[in-house]
């Protein structure tokens, strides 16, 4: 699989794509299937994957027949009519995606794969489609097509972000709330990329980094609390911080870093992404950007504070501290989050550059200060001034566990009297409608493939009479073809 993922930017045609494409398919439902439990999920994986492959090969498919070459380079030849490819390839990228009415693959794939490939998944095979996307809208761009569909793109992808968020503060088993919010966060890669503009790409490509580092942080943070505990179900972990400092400190940077907070990367993620927005006019997007950051804030506050801050649960041993083997990995990736965060100039000013220079870029370089139209942002004062912040938040909320005041208001269990308040309306605004139009389908071509089935009857005399019909309906149907030539109608 990392062999089949280094190989796929070295694709020069359409078929190298293809083929790379479904190795790194196959790689990857063979990493996912490990065990027997894990088989439904995977299969389900494993089709939509072929379905999204599919809708690709089509693409290309007509490409071929429009230019007459399999070369990529063939998608920005000015005057191409190349609607129906840019609406195919778009379509099968973001069933690979995971977007929003084709997720259903994608909660079960990453919650039951072994705790070391749902971080995989998470973090590296879900870049796919984004570099796919990428390709697309840049070559789009350069072939002049209808740039109105980027519109609609930009809005899959930020109601793939809402409804994500949602699908994860209803979940109570931590892997699938974490699956959730890896759909929720490429909602917003998705949105960047549709923007086409230098800046919306800088952003998709600084988001894709960041959420590479954060989601690799988390799945590894719940393996390392499996491990310890045995248990995945928000209900069963409490009180963790204690004895999991080191744990508890990576998944604190990482959820602060994804949320959206200043100062740590996902800040300046949101802020460039809103930048963006409203550079390209995009007040709708832009303000469902707020609501979706929003809403991820209470699944993010609830994974913090369940796992590491509430009361701890006598059901399973006193746990301790991860293995090296997870924290290494962790902290490596904090490390590139405190880069990205400190200096967003080493990662944001060689992507700038990559980008074709006759597209404007609107970043400003101030030193290690970036300024633009709609703000500024100096990633040392932001940090300074987001660390003194959470010091005082710290102090306050520590003063006040410890006053009777905030016993009246119920201390510790809260949070979770807050979360049963919500869980209801959540439930109404998020119908299963994607999965229920699945399973019907899916009950449809079971239904369809078992009536088919009674044609394979096994009797040989029966299959030598279905021969006779078949060629006699040739025959009646060549008779009238012949007589219609001779005969036209008048």
Not at 71 to 77: C, W
Not at 317 to 338: M, N
């Amino acid at each position: 699989m990392l062999l089949s993922l280094s190989t796929l930017p070295r694709a020069t045609t359409s078929l190298e794509f293809f083929f790379i494409w479904e190795l790194i398919t196959l790689s990857s439902y063979f990493l996912i299937l490990r065990t027997r439990e894990v088989e439904l999920h995977a299969l389900r994986y494993l089709l939509f994957s072929l379905f999204a492959a599919f809708f690709l090969l089509v693409g290309f498919a007509i490409l071929h027949a429009l230019v007459g070459s399999n070369s990529l380079t063939a998608l920005r030849l000015p005057n191409l009519n190349s609607v129906p490819v840019f609406v195919l390839l778009a379509i099968g990228l973001l069933i690979k995606a995971g977007a929003i009415g084709v997720h259903v693959w994608l909660p079960g794939a990453y919650a039951e794969a072994d705790d070391d490939v749902s971080a995989i998944l998470s973090a590296i095979i879900s870049k796919v489609p984004v570099y796919g996307l990428v390709v697309g809208t840049y070559f789009a761009i350069r072939s002049e097509v209808n740039l109105n569909l980027a519109h609609v793109l930009g809005w899959i992808g930020m109601l793939t972000t809402l409804v994500g968020a949602v699908l994860a503060i209803r979940e109570d088993d931590v892997k699938r709330m974490l699956a959730y919010s890896s759909m929720s966060q490429i909602g917003y890669i998705i949105a960047a990329v549709a923007l086409m503009s230098h800046l919306g790409w800088v952003t998709a490509l600084y988001l894709t980094a960041n959420h590479l580092m954060v989601k690799g942080i988390l799945f590894l943070v719940v393996a390392a609390l499996i491990a310890q505990t045995g248990k995945r179900l928000l209900v069963d972990l409490g009180g963790l911080g204690r004895s999991m400092p080191l744990t508890f400190v990576s998944a604190t940077i990482a959820i602060v870093a994804m949320s959206g907070l200043p100062p740590l990367t996902g800040f300046g993620g949101k802020w460039l992404l809103l930048s963006a927005m409203m550079e390209k006019g995009w007040y709708g997007p832009a303000i469902m950007t707020v609501l979706a950051t929003f809403v991820g804030l209470l699944y993010m506050v609830r994974f913090i504070n369940v796992i590491f801050l509430g009361a701890r649960k006598p059901a399973h041993k006193r746990p301790t501290e991860a293995s090296i083997a997870l924290l290494i990995p962790q902290y490596l990736l904090i490390a590139g989050i405190l880069l990205m965060s400190f200096f967003p100039k080493a990662l944001i000013d060689p992507i700038s550059e990559a980008i074709d220079p006759q597209f404007a870029s609107t970043l400003v370089w101030q030193g290690m200060s970036l300024e633009m139209i709609y703000g500024y942002w100096n990633p040392v004062p932001v940090m300074a001034f987001a660390v003194a912040v959470s010091v005082a938040l710290f102090g306050i909320f520590w003063l006040l566990r410890r006053t009777d005041w905030f016993e009246q208001l119920g201390g510790r269990p809260t949070p979770v009297r807050l979360y049963d308040s919500y869980k209801p309306a959540l439930i109404i605004f998020t119908p299963p409608w994607a999965t229920a139009f699945w399973g019907e389908l899916a009950t449809a071509t079971v239904t369809i493939a078992e009536r088919t089935r009674r044609i394979y009857s096994g009797n040989g005399q029966a299959y030598n009479l279905y021969i006779m019909y078949y060629f006699t309906v040739l025959y009646v149907i060549s008779g009238l073809l012949l007589i219609w030539g001779h005969y036209p109608p008048r």
